[in-house]
């Protein structure tokens, strides 16, 4: 049924991986599918937002942001699923999105909100993945 499932996360925010975790753990265990777990970094690209940073910030994010989803792949997705940590840069839906078609998935999971930051993380990012993709997108509460 399935092959390829894509779930972006924001690590910090359990609410936008718990029950998308659970839901393609169960999908993949049933259908043999391989689990795409993603994190997207905010771009800094923009000269009013950059010149407050540091100019490697970007850079160091980034590399923080893959050694953390690796970790936490370890840790939340059981052994015998295969599985893919995938670490992007710039807008959370347009990223979304777009590696939704690079790899190409079958199914999107993702959640309805997020925790305190949800409209910056997900929340109208979920809406916008859903007007635009062009597979099957799981909106979980």
């Not at 972006?8 to 359990?14: G, K, L, M, V």
């Not at 690209?45 to 910030?57: A, G, H, I, L, R």
């Not at 777009?98 to 930051?117: A, F, S, V």
């Amino acid at each position: 049924m399935f092959r390829d499932i894509l779930i972006p996360i924001s690590i910090s925010d359990p609410v936008t991986w718990e029950k998308p975790l659970e839901a393609g753990i169960y999908l993949a265990q049933n259908c043999g599918a391989t689990l795409h777990i993603m994190s997207v970094v905010p771009s800094f690209d923009y000269p009013s937002v950059e010149s407050f940073f540091p100019v490697d910030f970007e850079q160091k994010a980034h590399a923080q942001v893959v050694k953390e989803l690796h970790a936490f792949v370890a840790e939340h997705i059981p052994e015998g699923i295969t599985k893919q940590s995938i670490v992007a840069v710039g807008s959370v839906y347009e990223q979304i999105l777009k590696t939704g078609e690079e790899i190409p998935c079958d199914l999107i999971i993702m959640t309805r909100k997020g925790g305190p930051r949800r409209h910056f993380l997900l929340g109208g990012n979920t809406d916008k993945v859903v007007q635009h993709s062009r597979t099957a997108v799981l909106v979980l509460e």
